[in-house]
C-alpha cells in the first residue's frame, strides 16, 4: 500500500490545507505553498507511486485469477486495511474505503495513495472554506440553543473529535431531446343575476426542444448516513478544482464503493423528472396541466466523480449515534442532537412542584 505524507520543503513538518489561506500551511515554520507549487515538489514521488500501483496492479490481477474460495476469503480480509505510518512506523488500521487519515499515534496526516488512483482517481475536488475552528463555532452556538443536551455533549473532549473528511459524489450532466404532451384545462366563472355559471376549455399541449440538465447527484459511498450527508448540500461547484492529493492532507477522505451502474436508472428516472418539470413549465397560463405522454433520449451524457467537504462529529449517548455534520463550504449544518432524560425529568419534577405550591395558596385564598 504506497503512503504519502506531505512535508514542508522548509523543515520537513507536516503540511495541511488551510480553508481560510486556500494555501498549504506548515503549523511550525509558518510557511504557505500554493497547489502548483506543491505538485512540482511531489511530481517525481506521485511518479514512484504510480509505478508501484502498477506493480499492485499486477497482483491484483493475478490473485484474481485464483480459484473462487481463496478469491473469497481474500475479499473477506480485506475489509480492514493495515499501513505503516511514514512518520513514525506505527502500524494503524484503517477500512477498506479510507483513502486519507491522519495516525492516530504521531497525528500526522496521511495520504493513502493507492487508494484514489487509476479508476478511483475523483475528477475534481472543492476543497475545504471553512475552517476546524469556525465549523466548532457553528456547533457550539447550535448547542447553547438546545438545553436539555448531556451534560459533556459540547465538551473540549467531544469537539476534538471534529473531523474534516471529504466524501464522493457522482455528478452527472446531460443533454437530451424530449417529447411531451399534455392535457390543459382553462376555467372561466362568471355570475348572471342569481346564477353562477362555469366554462372549461381543454386544450392538447405539445412540446418538443433540447434540454439541458446539469448537477443531478448521487452519493458514491454507501456505508454513510444519507440523510446527514444530503442535508448539507448544495455546494458551489463554480469552486470545484481539479483533483490533486495535496488537498486531501490534514483531512480525512473516503473512496467511493458505488459504482455508475448501481445508480444509472435512479439517476435517468430523476433526469427524466426533471425533463418534465422543464417543458411543464413552458404550459403557463392554464388552470391546470396534466402530462400524458414523455419521452426523451439522451444525447451527450458527463459523469463527474466529486469529493465533498464536511465537518462530521458523532456521539454515542443510550447506546445510540449521533451524527453532527456542517458543510465545509458553506457552512451549512445539520445534526440529530441527543435530549438527556435526567434533565427533562428535573424540569418536570419542578413543574409539578410549582404547579403543587400554586394549588396550595389557591386553597388557602378559597378558605
Not at 243 to 260: C, N, P, T, V
Not at 306 to 327: E, R, S
Request: contains cysteine.
Amino acid at each position: 500500500m504506497a503512503t504519502v505524507n506531505y512535508k514542508c520543503p522548509n523543515c520537513a513538518a507536516p503540511l495541511k490545507f488551510n480553508p481560510d489561506k486556500q494555501l498549504f500551511s506548515c503549523e511550525y515554520c509558518l510557511s504557505d505553498f500554493t497547489e502548483q507549487k506543491i505538485q512540482e515538489i511531489y511530481a517525481e514521488r506521485e511518479a514512484k507511486t504510480s509505478k508501484q500501483e502498477e506493480v499492485e496492479q499486477k497482483a491484483q490481477n493475478k490473485k484474481q485469477a485464483q480459484p473462487a474460495n481463496d478469491t473469497a476469503h481474500q475479499e473477506k480480509e480485506e475489509e480492514a486495511v493495515v499501513y505503516n505510518c511514514p512518520s513514525c512506523g506505527a502500524v494503524v488500521m484503517t477500512t477498506a474505503s479510507t483513502a486519507a487519515t491522519t495516525c492516530f499515534y504521531c497525528q500526522n496526516p496521511v495520504v493513502l495513495g493507492g487508494r484514489l488512483s487509476g479508476n478511483y482517481k475523483p475528477d475534481r475536488v472543492i476543497p475545504f472554506a471553512l475552517s476546524k475552528e469556525k465549523a466548532v463555532e457553528k456547533f457550539l452556538n447550535m448547542c447553547k440553543k438546545k438545553k436539555f443536551l448531556p451534560k459533556n455533549f459540547a465538551s473540549a473532549n467531544q469537539v476534538e473529535k471534529m473531523t474534516g473528511v471529504y466524501f464522493p459524489y457522482w455528478y452527472i450532466d446531460e443533454q437530451k431531446q424530449a417529447n411531451m404532451s399534455a392535457k390543459g384545462n382553462k376555467i372561466r366563472t362568471w355570475r348572471v343575476g342569481n346564477k353562477r355559471y362555469t366554462e372549461t376549455s381543454v386544450y392538447r399541449l405539445e412540446r418538443s426542444g433540447d434540454l439541458v440538465i446539469k448537477n443531478v447527484f448521487e452519493r458514491a459511498l454507501k456505508s454513510q448516513d444519507r440523510d446527514m450527508l444530503q442535508c448539507v448540500h448544495p455546494f458551489d461547484l463554480t469552486q470545484a478544482k481539479p483533483f490533486a492529493m495535496s488537498y486531501l492532507s490534514g483531512f480525512q477522505a473516503e473512496k467511493r464503493d458505488i459504482e455508475k451502474a448501481e445508480i444509472n436508472e435512479a439517476v435517468q428516472q430523476k433526469m427524466s423528472e426533471y425533463g418534465k418539470q422543464l417543458l411543464k413549465n413552458t404550459m403557463s397560463g392554464y388552470t391546470g396541466v396534466v402530462v400524458q405522454n414523455y419521452d426523451d433520449t439522451t444525447e451527450l451524457e458527463s459523469w463527474n466523480y466529486t469529493l465533498l467537504p464536511v465537518w462530521v462529529v458523532t456521539y454515542k449517548y443510550k447506546d445510540k449515534i449521533y451524527p453532527f455534520a456542517i458543510n465545509g463550504q458553506t457552512g451549512k449544518t445539520f445534526g440529530m442532537l441527543p435530549t438527556s432524560k435526567g434533565k427533562l425529568a428535573i424540569l418536570a419534577a419542578i413543574i409539578a412542584v410549582v404547579i403543587f405550591i400554586l394549588g396550595t395558596i389557591g386553597g388557602y385564598f378559597l378558605l
